[in-house]
Each structure stands twice: as structure tokens, then as C-alpha cells.
């Protein structure tokens, strides 16, 4: 595949809209809730050859090994084996030729322009984006990630935006430091973040507990660009800004459930949870008990 270089502040703007797959065939499940990370999965019987052009950065997941026949416009067609959990980036703007022999899986994800700004503009000193692609990717952050969100499509995206948020700007961190080739620099500030702005971040989960609040919205917060602030927050508490929201949210969970006014589902969605199914599969993962269970305990 080519590459493409591009200054940070030239890569296309954002757009909204649904993914332009490698693949044809109706997405399976629901849609991402998120506007830049857009997220589509499709399990496709075997198929003769098809030309797409991409407007957008592609990553293709796959999620069960399959034999990709594969070539860009006027190449020659190359015969790529995928393994399960390897993944396949595209280019925008370029053409490919794509013929599959046996049915595949495949999770479609659309990566931002403006994640990969963001990413840009705190990490690379060049001031310069060269992805530079690989017939299949196989990097164990990345698998993880996809199979987490993978999961987190497969429950409805019960966890809300935040979780999606904190996926993206892994992704367009691990695309950078990995794929790029201008050496990445470290974030500034590992110790963390100043203690009252900590504070004032917190304060802010505390008050909007019951909302779906995005990264965005707590990197305002804090005054720091997305990237900054998802690094700061981490080295202040150790864990990312959606493991964070989730401890709250059980804690606060903990004080209403001695509430026997409020039935357990009240209590969830009091806290922030979409569904009391999720509330239950977290609450217990943290306490060891259902909620349900922990009420009687008291």
C-alpha cells in the first residue's frame, strides 16, 4: 500500500456519516455513539471481486482467520492469510480490489481526522503524519482494544460514550507511536496533573454521574487538549478516565442502594447506567456481589 504524508494541520477535516467499508453487506448490530468513531460489523459469505475507494482511514478487524485476495488499482493482486485478531489499515483515498473465497467476519472502524490531529499535534515534533501501512497489522494493543469494542458493540454500548472516547484516542495514539514514521515525542507532564484541576475534574464526574459525558467534555473541564488529558488523568489515578467514572458510579451506587425506596434499576440509572443488566455485570465485577444481593447484606 501507499503512503501518505500529510502536515497535521492539512489531514481532512472531520465528517460525520456512517462507515465507507472495505466490504459490502449490511452492518450487524447497533451503531457506535460516538460521531468520529464510527464502528460497523459484518459477517460475509465468500464473494467475487470488489473495488472501493475509501474517503476515510480504515481499520479492518478480522474475527476469524480468512485468505484476502488483494490489490490496489492497476497492481498486481496479492494473496494475504489474516489471523484472528489481526487487523488490516487502509488509506484514504486510494482504490482497492478485494475478492474473499469463504465466508468472513469482519469489524469495520472508521479512525477520525480529528483523533489523528489531536494525536498529531501533542506527540509528533515534525508536526508531520506518515502513516505508513502494513497488509495486516498485528499488535497485541490494538487487538485488545478492538475486541473490547467489539464487545462493547455486542451490549449496545451499554458502558456509554466515555468507554467509545477512551478507545478512539488509544487507537490514534497506538497508530502514531507505531505506524508513523517520524519518531513520537513523550507527553509532557507524567507526573500529572495539577492537584485542583484533579479536583475540579472529579467534581465534574460527581455532578454529571447520571449523563453520557465524553472525553471532550473532561478535557475542557481540565484545560488540556484530549490527548494531554488522558495521559495526566491516568498518571494522577492510575486508571483512565472511563474506569474512573465507572468506580464513582459504584460507590455512589453503594449510598443509594440503602435508599429501599428506589428499586435496583432506579439506582442504576440514578448513577449513569443505561440498562440494570450492565449495572448488575459491573456492581458485581466490583463488589462481588449482585447489587440485589449486596441490598440484602445491609
Not at 460525520?16 to 459477517?43: K, N, T, Y
Not at 492469510?81 to 474473499?100: D, M, S, Y
Not at 498529531?120 to 502494513?134: D, F, G
Amino acid at each position: 500500500m501507499n503512503t501518505e504524508k500529510k502536515s497535521a494541520s492539512r489531514i481532512l477535516s472531520h465528517r460525520e456519516g456512517s462507515v465507507q467499508p472495505m466490504f459490502d453487506g449490511a452492518p450487524i448490530g447497533p451503531l457506535s455513539p460516538s460521531s468520529s468513531l464510527l464502528v460497523e460489523r459484518r459477517d460475509l459469505e465468500p464473494t467475487s471481486w470488489q473495488s472501493h475507494l475509501h474517503e476515510d482511514q480504515l481499520l479492518q478487524f478480522f474475527m476469524k482467520p480468512a485468505v484476502i485476495g488483494f490489490s490496489l488499482k492497476d497492481a498486481a493482486t496479492t494473496r494475504i492469510p489474516v489471523a484472528l485478531g489481526q487487523a488490516v489499515f487502509c488509506p484514504r483515498k486510494e482504490w482497492h480490489n478485494i475478492k474473499w473465497g469463504e465466508r468472513i467476519s469482519v469489524l469495520s472502524i472508521r479512525i477520525s481526522d480529528s483523533a489523528l490531529m489531536e494525536a498529531a499535534r501533542e506527540r509528533l515534533t515534525e508536526k508531520s503524519l506518515e502513516i505508513v501501512p502494513r497488509h495486516v497489522i498485528t499488535d497485541d494493543r490494538l487487538t485488545h482494544l478492538l475486541f473490547a469494542l467489539d464487545a462493547e458493540r455486542a451490549r449496545g454500548y451499554s458502558t456509554g460514550k466515555l468507554f467509545v472516547d477512551c478507545i478512539e484516542s488509544a487507537l490514534a495514539n497506538i497508530l502514531l507511536t507505531s505506524f508513523n514514521t517520524f519518531a513520537p515525542r513523550s507527553i509532557r507532564g507524567k507526573g500529572g496533573m495539577a492537584p485542583h484541576v484533579l479536583r475540579r475534574v472529579i467534581q465534574f464526574m460527581h455532578a454529571n454521574m447520571d449523563k453520557q459525558i465524553g472525553l471532550k467534555d473532561l478535557a475542557d473541564c481540565a484545560g488540556l487538549s484530549l490527548s494531554h488529558f488522558s495521559f495526566q488523568f491516568r498518571a494522577s489515578t492510575n486508571q483512565s478516565p472511563h474506569q474512573y467514572m465507572l468506580r464513582l458510579r459504584i460507590e455512589r451506587s453503594k449510598e443509594l442502594l440503602k435508599d429501599f425506596r428506589l428499586s435496583v434499576l432506579d439506582v442504576g440509572l440514578e448513577v449513569g447506567f443505561r440498562n440494570q443488566q450492565h449495572f448488575a455485570t459491573v456492581f458485581r465485577n466490583s463488589a462481588g456481589v449482585p447489587p440485589s444481593v449486596y441490598r440484602t447484606q445491609l
